[in-house]
T-cell receptor, first 114, second 109 residues
Framework: EADIYQTPRYLVIGTGKKITLECSQT?????MYWYQQDPGMELHLIHY???????EKGDLSSESTVSRIRTEHFPLTLESARPSHTSQYLC?????????????FGSGTRLTVV | KNEVEQSPQNLTAQEGEFITINCSYS?????LHWLQQHPGGGIVSLFM???GKKKHGRLIATINIQEKHSSLHITASHPRDSAVYIC???????????FGQGTRLTINP
């Protein structure tokens, strides 16, 4: 079944650790996105990609980095986690091109940095 | 002022009531999305609209492009409809979505 998968679902990690949040989709979507969402707040785009080897920073400044080596995989990395990175991270994908298509969202990764 | 404003921010109703959530936006758009986020955090896409009206089960979404306004209606509401409902728009010429803050809906049995 076509879907989008995020792992881990929950992560508690110490300050200074390097972490990678995984996102994979099986739908062949060209466009993929990472959003950050604090509790009760709106989603903010932190990274997006329109295809392999294409990545851009979003509207919200983030110390994370992303890569898009394969169409289906869009991991997000924090080189040195800090308590300010505590948040929920949501991955999404959609078909490419100029036409609007619906988005498919992952279940999210709830990150706590202690 | 945010580009996308939702009202109300919180809504509590009894099972069976007809629910309306509103979304106003300030820019020309190419599409408007309604999303549902459950307490676990995952998001489900409900509708994508560029004009008119769409219906799926008990959910109805309408949009008025001239008035820059959209509504999400839920008929015969049920406790399982309790979630945060998010409106998001894609501006003309832009590639990215802009999100409202969401409406927290609670349906009591």
């Amino acid at each position: 079944e076509a879907d989008i998968y995020q792992t881990p679902r929950y992560l508690v990690i110490g300050t200074g650790k390097k972490i990678t949040l995984e996102c994979s989709q099986t739908m062949g979507h060209d466009k993929m996105y990472w959003y950050q969402q604090d509790p009760g707040m709106e989603l903010h785009l932190i990274h997006y990609s329109y295809g392999v080897n294409s990545t851009e920073k979003g509207d919200l400044s983030s110390e994370s980095t992303v890569s898009r080596i394969r169409t289906e995989h869009f991991p997000l990395t924090l080189e040195s986690a800090r308590p300010s990175h505590t948040s929920q991270y949501l991955c999404a994908s959609s078909l490419g091109g100029e036409t609007d298509y619906g988005y498919t969202f992952g279940s999210g990764t709830r990150l706590t940095v202690v | 002022k945010n580009e996308v404003e939702q009202s109300p921010q919180n809504l509590t109703a009894q099972e069976g009531e007809f629910i309306t959530i509103n979304c106003s936006y300030s820019v020309g758009i190419s599409a408007l999305h309604w999303l549902q986020q459950h307490p676990g955090g995952g998001i489900v896409s409900l509708f994508m609209l560029s004009s008119g009206k769409k219906k799926h089960g008990r959910l109805i979404a309408t949009i008025n492009i001239q008035e820059k306004h959209s509504s999400l209606h839920i008929t015969a509401s049920h406790p399982r409809d309790s979630a945060v409902y998010i409106c998001a728009v894609r501006s003309k010429g832009a590639q990215k979505l802009v999100f409202g803050q969401g409406t927290r809906l609670t349906i009591n049995p």
